[in-house]
């Protein structure tokens, strides 16, 4: 993409990485990172489209780096699972969130869900359950307040395993959003076991909705889809006030993009949660 192109300007060069060299400094700049608490999470508000209320927030890592510039995370998570640093980013990203959504809730700010990013492999490792229930009990978010987002790809690789991960997690109360629904080139017979709640319509549909009329077809499918399995839809990626009534009329439920707000360091967020609250 465009975006993804303007990102990997000084960052991976495929000459530089036959060297190994480029690697090399990214391996170390992630280190250094975690190291250094160089993160930080950006909270995007999800609506309920219904009520015009904030549903949820999404938890986004950033990583504001001197040497590389603003990377985008498309870029340097895929990394750093590469190098095995996933777990190390994920454990911390799970934490600072779930901290966060427990001072939102005292100080009576927002006490929606918080959702985080899982990524693949690590939902097939065999220690997720007990990683996510400890940072649960050591911040003492209630699980009711966590949501987990497994993009489709994760189900695919190995469906009984990580359904019954799944399933131990809804039994504790968590949500499991399947992110980016509609791009896994997956067979949709997996989908009714699935122990999820909620799917996000990919923002690829939601973008094309005037260009393309197959990406109507694809969006009212999928709602109508989601319905019948009684299921909710976070419609992502929503820029304009057309595609909202557009996903309103269709019955979507929850709507996520930049139309409602950019994802927000939490000084932002607060102040946008108030403002909501207060319309
Ligand atoms: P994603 O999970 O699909 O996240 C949604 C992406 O869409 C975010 O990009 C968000 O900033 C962007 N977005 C939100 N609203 C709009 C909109 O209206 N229009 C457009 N064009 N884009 C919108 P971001 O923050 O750059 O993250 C990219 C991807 O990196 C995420 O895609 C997710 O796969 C991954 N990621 C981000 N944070 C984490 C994390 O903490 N852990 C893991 N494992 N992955 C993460
Ligand atoms: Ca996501
Ligand atoms: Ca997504
Ligand atoms: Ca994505």
Redesign the pocket.
């Known amino acids: 993409s465009k975006r993804q192109g303007r990102n990997t300007i000084n960052f991976y060069c495929a000459e530089d990485d036959q060297k190994g060299s480029n690697s090399l400094n990214v391996l170390n700049a992630l280190h250094s990172a975690i190291h250094n608490d160089e993160f930080k999470i950006?909270y995007?508000p999800v609506m309920n489209l219904q009520s015009g209320l904030v549903e949820s927030v999404?938890?986004?890592?950033r990583w504001p780096n001197a040497q590389f510039g603003y990377t985008?995370?498309?870029i340097f998570?895929p990394l750093a699972e590469k190098f095995g640093l996933?777990c190390q980013?994920?454990d911390w990203?799970l934490e600072k969130a779930c901290l966060q959504g427990v001072e939102w809730r005292k100080n009576q700010i927002f006490d929606g869900r918080i959702a985080?990013?899982?990524?693949a492999r690590e939902l097939r490792l065999p220690n997720i359950v007990e990683r996510i229930t400890g940072v649960l009990e050591k911040t003492g978010l209630p699980p009711e307040a966590l949501a987990l987002?497994i993009t489709e790809g994760t189900m695919v690789s190995a469906p009984d395993k990580v359904g019954s991960v799944l399933q131990t997690f809804r039994n504790m109360g968590i949500s499991i959003y399947i992110?980016?629904f509609g791009t896994g080139y997956s067979s949709l017979s997996y989908l009714p076991q699935l122990p999820a709640n909620v799917l996000k319509i990919d923002?690829s549909f939601i973008?094309g909705l005037y260009q393309e009329e197959k990406n109507v077809v694809i969006a009212t499918t999928i709602l109508q889809m989601a319905q019948n399995l009684g299921m909710a839809v976070i419609a992502?990626?929503?820029?304009t006030a057309s595609q909202m009534q557009f996903l309103r009329k269709k019955g979507c439920s929850h709507a996520?993009?930049?139309?409602f707000g950019?994802?927000m360091l939490p000084a932002a967020f607060q102040d946008f949660a108030c403002q909501i609250k207060s319309t």
């Open positions: 950006a995007q999404e938890a986004l890592i985008s995370p498309e998570i996933i980013i994920s990203v985080v990013n899982l990524c987002e992110d980016d923002k973008e992502e990626g929503v820029e996520q993009g930049y139309y950019e994802p």
